[in-house]
């Protein structure tokens, strides 16, 4: 059973910078698609960015282009969300998530999550 961990949440001013981490608590991520979501109270579980297995194609959420970027470190078995010019609309739980399928922004095809790391973008 794989196992996530996100780690790198926190508090930023807005125009600033965070970058999210999703480890397995053991073995590695590399057939895995990645996908991370956010979520607010009230709101469903949003897709925010993802990355394929292998070649490693990419698909980000409108709201986030141009500012976010998903990456993979195999050496390290993580991948990461790297997120740049944060706006307070930026601000929920983020989770990680992993399937042997195709990358996509839809939740509900992601079979393992973690269990989400806050991030709030607040003057």
């Known amino acids: 059973q794989l196992q996530l961990v996100e780690s790198g949440g926190g508090l930023v001013q807005p125009g600033g910078s965070l970058r999210l981490s999703c480890a397995a608590s053991?073995?590695?991520?590399?057939?895995?698609?990645i996908g991370w979501f956010r979520q607010v109270p009230g709101k469903g579980r949003e897709g925010v960015a993802c990355?394929?297995?292998?070649?490693?194609?990419?698909a980000y959420a409108d709201s986030v282009k141009g500012r976010f970027t998903i990456s993979r470190d195999s050496a390290k078995h993580t991948v990461y969300l790297q997120m740049n010019s944060l706006k307070p609309q930026d601000t929920g739980v983020y989770y990680c998530?992993?399937?042997?399928?195709?990358?996509?922004?839809?939740?509900?095809?992601?079979?393992?999550w973690g269990q989400g790391t806050q991030v709030t973008v607040s003057s």
């Open positions: 998530s992993a399937d042997e399928g195709l990358a996509t922004l839809n939740f509900y095809l992601y079979a393992y």
């Open positions: 053991s073995g590695t991520l590399d057939r895995y698609a």
């Open positions: 990355i394929d297995s292998g070649d490693g194609d990419t």
